[in-house]
């Protein structure tokens, strides 16, 4: 006996078979994003052909400590190049997603994943400190090729203004990230950089007036005689050199800064959710 052949039209949909989402996607995502926009490139070089020239105009004028001379810092601007570049850098990583809602997996509107926002911190914290190194690094290869090995040397604590001048730019980075995801603007974003050196670092100053000054000074000092253990690897040095950045009014305004945006962008995230 001859089986009747079954139509197509009788059978059972297909199965899709669809993977478990990798938790590497955004972060892929993330990099795609950065290195598919052109913009991220020309900021970066705009920033390097400013700081190398701002460095060439001081060391002309003189009077500029080394350090400051290294990163292109004028003492009458809140923030040097790098900072605001990567500031700017960090709010393009929000910003790229508001002003073109394809990029977003649910067309219009952007997901708030925590996922999604410990990439785009990552990237932009990679990104800066790229940044960083190439400032330096351009800056002092400009000063030697024009000025000699005199204005191109190391400074004796390389370490700790090495570690705070990484702080800097990579905290302008986040806070631009956080910024532009909490007010979904790009000028929002790079307005909160700004801010922290205008607005937030008076304030701070301000309400450490008076005794507060003096046991905040020893902080470092009180969290080394905390930790008496030696740490592996040289880890007291790394800590002393965070709590010394963090002593300092541009450190301790910009971690405040840092909090009160990821703090907003949890609440958002919650609301939505709840939504």
Do not use: N
Not at 6 to 25: G, K, M, T
Not at 225 to 246: D, K, M, N
Request: glycine share 10%; with cysteine; aromatic share 8%.
């Amino acid at each position: 006996m001859i089986a009747k052949p079954v139509a197509p039209s009788e059978l059972p949909p297909p199965i899709s078979v669809r993977s478990a989402p990798s938790p590497l996607r955004p972060l892929r995502y993330e990099l795609r994003r950065a290195a598919g926009v052109g913009t991220g490139f020309l900021t970066g070089a705009a920033v390097l052909v400013v700081s190398a020239l701002t460095a060439v105009l001081l060391a002309r004028i003189g009077h500029t400590p080394q350090h400051r001379l290294l990163a292109a810092w004028p003492r009458e601007l809140p923030l040097p190049p790098a900072a605001l570049g990567a500031g700017l850098l960090g709010a393009f990583a929000f910003g790229d997603e508001f002003r073109h809602p394809a990029l977003a997996a649910d067309r219009g509107s952007v997901p708030r994943r925590l996922g999604l926002l410990a990439a785009k911190l990552v990237v932009s914290a990679a990104t800066a400190l790229l940044l960083a190194f190439l400032t330096v690094g351009c800056d002092a290869e400009v000063l030697y090729l024009v000025y000699g090995r005199e204005l191109a040397r190391v400074p004796a604590d390389w370490f700790s203004l090495g570690a705070s001048w990484t702080g800097l730019v990579v905290g302008c980075a986040w806070a631009g990230v956080l910024a532009a995801g909490v007010f979904r603007s790009t000028t929002a974003g790079l307005a909160a950089v700004v801010a922290v050196p205008v607005v937030v670092v008076p304030l701070v100053q301000k309400a450490l007036e008076g005794p507060a000054v003096r046991t905040a000074a020893g902080f470092p000092m009180r969290l080394r005689q905390t930790f008496l253990l030696q740490w592996p690897f040289g880890g007291e040095r790394y800590l002393s050199g965070v709590a010394r950045v963090i002593g300092q009014p541009v450190g301790g305004a910009l971690t405040l800064s840092l909090m009160a945006l990821l703090c907003a962008y949890l609440l958002t995230t919650l609301r939505s959710r709840v939504r």
